[in-house]
């Protein structure tokens, strides 16, 4: 079984073929993005496949990261998910950023993953090193976080956290794709991105109508 996992959450892409039966990376590309996310995510999508003689036909799941992140990459991976699923009629399964952040290996009992949300604040999730969950995805802010962390935990992060001890994420999709390959997956019409926080339109919106 051949899978496509896409991270267009951050300022990272992250795009990966997956052979699911035999538990191996058949390519991988997490690299920084400067400009326009969404051509270059098709590109590398497409040219990933052509390199293996692979067709889009011939992935039979899609793992996409749905959220929190940045609310325009956030976007651009679930619509591409969204179109390639709905038009191959493939399976589709969502993934949180910050689980796949937090796949990557520590000595510690838990792992944060945990992603800037501006004004000393976070999205963040911690999770076992199987990756159950143990502190649920959520906006929080710094301090309400702080709390909350176990003592023996590793907190990964690409973003420039005022909290000490942040290590650079080096996540492992196998592992995410090990813990989520039972999952029944969404209908594609269904998927949405999980942002946990309105925007601040929004939130003005709301204030007027109220």
């Not at 038009?87 to 993934?95: G, S």
């Not at 076992?128 to 990964?156: C, F, G």
Request: contains cysteine.
């Amino acid at each position: 079984m051949i899978s496509l996992f896409i991270d267009t959450s951050n300022f990272k892409l992250l795009v990966g073929v997956v052979d699911e039966d035999n538990n191996k990376i058949l390519s991988f590309y997490n690299e920084e993005v400067k400009g326009d996310m969404s051509s270059k995510a098709l590109c590398v999508i497409r040219d990933s496949l052509d390199q293996l003689n692979l067709k889009p036909q011939n992935v039979d799941k899609i793992y996409v990261v749905n959220g929190p992140g940045s609310f325009t990459g956030v976007r651009i991976g679930v619509t591409i998910a969204k179109t390639f699923a709905w038009a191959l009629k493939k399976t589709i399964i969502p993934i949180s950023s910050l689980e796949l952040l937090a796949s990557t290996e520590a000595p510690t009992d838990y792992v944060a993953g945990l992603i800037d949300a501006r004004r000393d604040a976070v999205y963040a999730g911690i999770y076992s090193k199987n990756l159950d969950t143990y502190y649920e995805d959520r906006y929080v802010t710094l301090d309400e976080l702080k709390t909350a962390i176990p003592s023996s935990t590793t907190l990964i992060s690409d973003d420039n956290i005022n909290l000490e001890g942040i290590k650079e994420s080096n996540v492992d999709i196998l592992k995410v794709i090990n813990k989520h390959k039972n999952d029944m997956g969404v209908d594609p019409h269904h998927l949405n991105p999980s942002y946990l926080k309105i925007t601040e339109a929004e939130a003005n919106l709301n204030k007027k109508n109220d």
